[in-house]
């Protein structure tokens, strides 16, 4: 784990009318680390995501990405300074092949004009050099050519892990990316995190209990929209505030 966060977030509120959504939230990313944030139905941690990844605003508080506030930048900027997304729900062209699937979002990245997908070979080398590079990383070079709706649910999500790689990001946000999934692929998805936090900082928000408490490296509880403990899987396991609030009596192996 690199000392200095990639990135920083202190202080991070959001209304919704009289709703306190997320209140006061402090946390800090790190390469090296896949770092869980966990939480009951309405805790708060879509909205957090939401907020980092600049879809929606802040309230209030600040987030630095390396030492550099980007707080009020929008999220095509925030993208392009290296702070990627993965959705809850599937965001792939289902009729598009996986390596045009990364190769889009790789050329969004790259210039203005996403949308001019078909470019000459020559304009698009760099893109389709980092979607291959993407596709490979994640697992997925064998399936480059398939039609991405033809994939089973578990490589549709490991797709949208490469798509977010193809952005070229620092930080990785996550946002359920085992849901749905059967035994295997959440074993597959479990390794590729591991692999993918060595060159990233990674957020993680997964209501896979089982899976959370094996390969996080630290994990923040959200209560209401608050911040009720922060720790390694050990520390939080045995939080009696934790215990209380959110985790009750169950055990976690
Ligand atoms: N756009 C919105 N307008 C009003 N209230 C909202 C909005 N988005 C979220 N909320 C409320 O903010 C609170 C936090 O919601 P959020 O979706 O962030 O929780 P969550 O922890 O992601 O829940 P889940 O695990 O079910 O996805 C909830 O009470 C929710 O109803």
């Known amino acids: ?114 949308w ?19 596709l490979v990383r994640a697992g997925l070079a064998q399936h480059a050519e398939r039609i991405a709706g033809s994939l089973s649910h578990g490589a549709k999500r490991q797709l949208e892990v490469a798509m977010c790689l193809a952005t070229a990001p620092r930080v990785l946000l996550l946002d359920e990316p085992l849901a749905g999934m059967g035994a295997e692929e959440t074993e597959r998805m ?12 990674v957020l993680l928000v997964e209501h896979d209990m089982d899976a959370v408490f094996r390969i996080a490296d630290r994990i923040t509880v959200m209560v209401n929209g608050s911040v009720v403990a922060t720790g390694t899987p050990d520390q939080i396991r045995t939080d009696p505030v934790v215990r209380t609030a959110y985790l009750g009596e169950e055990e976690h192996a």
Request: glycine fraction near 8%; hydrophobic fraction near 40%; aromatic fraction near 4%.
């Open 190 to 201: 479990l390794v590729l995190l591991q692999e993918l936090k060595q060159a990233h900082a």
């Open 1 to 114: 784990m690199s000392d200095a966060p990639q990135l920083s977030v202190r202080g991070l509120t959001r209304r919704f009318g009289g709703l306190v959504a997320v209140n006061e939230v402090n946390l800090d990313l790190h390469q090296g680390e896949v770092h869980a944030v966990i939480g009951t139905n309405g805790a708060g941690k879509s909205t957090l995501i939401n907020m980092l990844s600049g879809e929606i605003a802040v309230s209030s508080g600040s987030i630095a990405l390396e030492g550099h506030d980007v707080t009020r930048m929008p999220q095509p900027l925030r993208a392009k300074a290296g702070i990627g997304r993965s959705y809850q729900r599937t965001t792939i062209f289902p009729e598009f092949t996986v390596l045009e699937n990364c190769r889009l979002t790789a050329q969004a990245q790259a210039q203005p004009r996403p």
């Open 116 to 134: 001019r997908i078909w470019e000459s070979a020559q304009h698009c080398a760099a893109s389709m050099e980092r979607a291959q590079s993407a």
